[in-house]
């Protein structure tokens, strides 16, 4: 290969990982294109009801849902690796937005605006700080049962937030709630009762527009799945309110909003707003990011690709970044819409081209269809949405299977409808991180036997048919030996010791689980082996790995333990076991017989 062709290659390389579009779109075959089309539109025909939606729940005018879409799509399908995700708004984030938002302004609609695009824009150069830095494994610490727990927490707070807005009585709800705030904190269950305290004035065709939305909506999920159930219950509630004169009767409506798209600027940059936004807009990119990866995952069963965790954190910016320049909001992946694009066929980020392209179209032609859209129907759309994330049957198996999981998954739930969502965020985390310090303190522990008629070595605790070797103690490990749980890992090979019922000659670590050891550790394993030593037991291992065996020489513990007494296998730290013991009988043995 030539330098020229080097170059060219090394380039083309680069190109690739930074847009990964170049990896799949010069192999783009034509018969892809119908498909991905019509993918295109089904998506739209979704995103055009949601984004206007997800718009009231983050607390900006409905307008600025769409604002949010094209240059956030346009940025994942250049920048992100998966073939079938949507970038755009989502509910629970939205709602994180108009929470965090909300803490610095309440009572100014143009401040709120800005602050909601400057959030997406911090969120955006998170996603790109975590993406450079490989910071993707941060997101773990959002346990599966807690990041469940507050989405459905979420949710719940959701659908009582918008329950007004069908019944015309979010004027009264919203008083009863300013009565309470000034008691009590408002939580959850103190909005519910505003809810249905309030439920008595209920503004009849209101309650017809939005109750009839919501039926519509179910009944199309129910029997007509792949039918673009949003866009035609909003469009039918449109007509309705139009030739029944319905805006006229007190059904309130989106109303009049300009047509064409918004100008492209960088948010202004305030210092101290900067700062005060930065916890919502870290609760955002690990939600975001999580639920973003798992689109991607399900998408990538579907397609055959591969993932890019870290490269989708940078798709993930890039695509906030957008949002924010278009006076949008915080964006990300959407379960919903990625079911759409597999159902329709869709094959390529094509389909995200396309819909973005639509967008637009809407934004400069089509806005005047929906002058006339009333707000109950926006509220049964984000209903109908937040009802698919609530599903208490997960809280009910997970009780089956591990109660300390299902506890911190309720408490996440319970702590954002009680403390707030993003005080209940927070101790869903700080719940996941005592959860993992404590299991990582205190390991899984087995005591070894030999499976009758084999060579191979089983936890007694879980096959009574293992057989014991007497006078070597076989002890395995599963974890690094570190600083939070060395102490435990020498207590428990003493107690052990203590009460077995012949004496110990060997103590043989089984390895295979210990990748790492730390100065703790191996201060905890120095002072072991000595301890042991006096006592006339020796401490050998078995299996170690490269990482283990190399803290193991830094620290001269190999010269301590004895070069001997490391081996390949248990087997075999068991057979040189069993000679030195004959070799010692024999000497007894010959020293009586001498005497």
């Not at 983050?58 to 250049?78: D, E, K, N, S, T």
């Not at 494994?137 to 346990?143: R, V």
């Not at 955002?284 to 890019?308: M, P, R």
């Not at 103590?507 to 030593?533: M, Y």
Request: hydrophobic share 55%; with cysteine.
């Amino acid at each position: 290969m030539t330098e020229k062709e080097k170059s060219r290659s090394t380039l083309s390389k680069f190109l690739c990982s930074l847009l990964p579009i170049f990896t799949w779109l010069p192999r783009y075959q034509r018969a892809w294109l119908r498909t991905d089309i019509m993918a295109g539109l089904a998506v739209w025909a979704m995103m055009v009801p949601q984004a206007l939606a997800y718009a009231g729940i983050a607390g900006v005018p409905p307008i600025y849902g769409l604002y949010a879409v094209p240059l956030a799509m346009l940025a994942y399908a250049f920048f992100g690796t998966s073939r079938t995700m949507s970038a755009g708004p989502e509910s629970a984030i939205a709602i994180i937005s108009a929470v965090t938002v909300g803490a610095l302004v309440a009572q100014n609609p143009e401040e709120f605006i800005a602050l909601t695009s400057l959030l997406a824009l911090i969120v955006g150069v998170m996603f790109l700080l975590f993406g450079i830095f490989k910071l993707g494994w941060i997101a773990n610490f959002l346990a599966q049962p807690v990041l469940r727990g507050f989405t459905q927490g979420i949710a719940l707070i959701v659908i009582v937030s918008q329950i007004p807005l069908i019944f015309g009585t979010n004027l009264q709800y919203s008083n009863v709630v300013n009565e309470l705030s000034q008691i009590v904190h408002t939580g959850f269950f103190l909005k519910a009762w505003a809810v249905l305290a309030t439920l008595g004035e209920a503004h009849l065709a209101t309650t017809a527009i939005g109750l009839g939305a919501l039926v519509l909506l179910f009944l199309f999920k129910r029997f007509i799945p792949g039918a673009p159930s949003a866009l035609i219950a909003v469009l039918i509630t449109v007509l309705a309110v139009y030739f029944l004169g319905l805006e006229e009767n007190g059904v309130t409506v989106i109303g009049e909003v300009s047509t064409g798209i918004a100008a492209l600027s960088i948010p202004e940059l305030q210092f101290d707003k900067i700062i005060a936004l930065i916890p919502g807009a870290l609760a955002i990119v690990l939600l975001g990011y999580s639920v973003s990866l798992s689109v991607a995952a399900e998408g990538a069963q579907f397609t055959g690709e591969e993932i890019n965790p870290n490269q989708e954190l940078l798709a993930l910016g890039i695509s906030n970044i957008g949002a924010a320049v278009s006076s949008g909001f915080v964006v990300c992946g959407s379960l919903s819409r990625g079911v759409v694009i597999r159902r329709a066929g869709g094959r390529t980020q094509i389909v995200s081209i396309i819909n973005a392209g639509l967008v637009l179209i809407t934004l400069l032609f089509a806005l005047p269809l929906f002058y006339k859209l009333p707000d109950a129907a926006l509220a049964a759309v984000v209903i109908q949405a937040m009802l698919g994330l609530v599903n208490f049957n997960y809280f009910k198996k997970l009780y089956r299977i591990n109660r300390g999981e299902f506890a911190y998954g309720i408490s996440a739930l319970f702590g954002v409808l009680i403390l707030g969502i993003l005080q209940g965020v927070a101790l869903g985390v700080i719940l996941a991180l005592v959860v993992l310090i404590r299991r990582v303190s205190r390991p899984a522990t087995a005591v070894l036997g030999r499976l009758s008629g084999t060579n191979d070595f089983r936890d007694m605790n879980i096959y009574p048919e293992v057989v014991s070797t007497p006078g070597i103690l076989i002890f395995r490990f599963d974890a690094p030996i570190i600083f939070v749980n060395a102490r435990n890992f020498a207590d428990e090979v003493r107690k052990l010791i203590k009460d077995a019922k012949t004496p110990m000659h060997e103590v043989l670590i089984a390895a295979v689980q210990i990748n790492h050891l730390d100065s703790t550790g191996a201060d905890q394993l120095a002072k072991l082996q000595s301890e042991l030593e006096t006592k006339g037991i020796v401490l050998s291992i078995a299996e170690p790995k490269s990482g283990l065996m190399e803290a193991i020489k830094k620290t001269g513990l190999e010269e301590k333990i004895g070069v001997s007494n490391f081996y390949e296998s248990i087997e075999e730290g068991v057979q040189v076991f069993l000679q030195r013991k004959d070799q010692t009988a024999g000497e007894k043995v010959g020293s009586v017989e001498a005497e």
